[in-house]
């Protein structure tokens, strides 16, 4: 067998394994962004993440454990079956992208980020020169930071050069 041929099915592998956690605010298509800027460099993964709709998740908690007794309850169990899933999730990810939009409040990538670095999941933070100051720390620990999801896509491409 060539040799050359074990190489790139090994690659192969890898990378159609890699799983990355995409980090960040489920309220826009940044995903499917950085899901096409990763199609675009032939780089096959599996992309995971919060649930990405907007519904689904605020009702979990009650869709599981039946109606609340307040507003307050139905908030609290469905963060609790949401952070269950962003824990299994971001536990098998190999990479965390944070992704820092233009918009939204950003307590829950902030909270992710975290995750990811506590556990040991590199993370490639994305965020605007206008955040710079306000980011500062994590960046501080990100394995790698830049400014467009185009950028993290070539930094995942390059994994596999």
């Known amino acids: 067998m060539d040799p050359g041929a074990t190489k790139l099915s090994d690659e192969k592998r890898v990378r159609d394994d890699l799983i990355i956690y995409a980090a960040g605010e489920i309220h826009s298509d940044w995903r ?8 675009e460099l032939g780089v096959d993964t599996h992309v995971v993440g919060p649930q990405e709709v907007h519904d689904r998740s605020d009702s979990v908690g009650e869709d599981i454990l039946g109606e609340q007794p307040a507003p ?11 952070t269950l899933r962003t824990r299994v999730l971001m536990q098998r990810a190999d990479v965390c992208v944070a992704y820092f939009g233009p918009k939204y409040k950003q ?7 975290g995750a990811a670095i506590a556990s040991g999941v590199p993370l490639i933070l994305v965020r605007s020169e206008e955040n710079v100051h306000a ?10 930071t830049v400014e467009t ?10 994994i596999f050069e």
């Open 149 to 158: 999801l185009e950028q993290a896509a070539q930094a995942v491409a390059y």
């Open 72 to 82: 307050v309850y139905r908030d609290l169990m469905g963060a609790r079956v949401n």
């Open 107 to 113: 307590w829950n990538t902030a909270l992710d980020a």
């Open 135 to 144: 980011l500062k720390e994590v960046d501080a620990l990100a394995s790698l």
């Open 32 to 39: 499917d962004q950085f899901r096409g800027h990763l199609e």
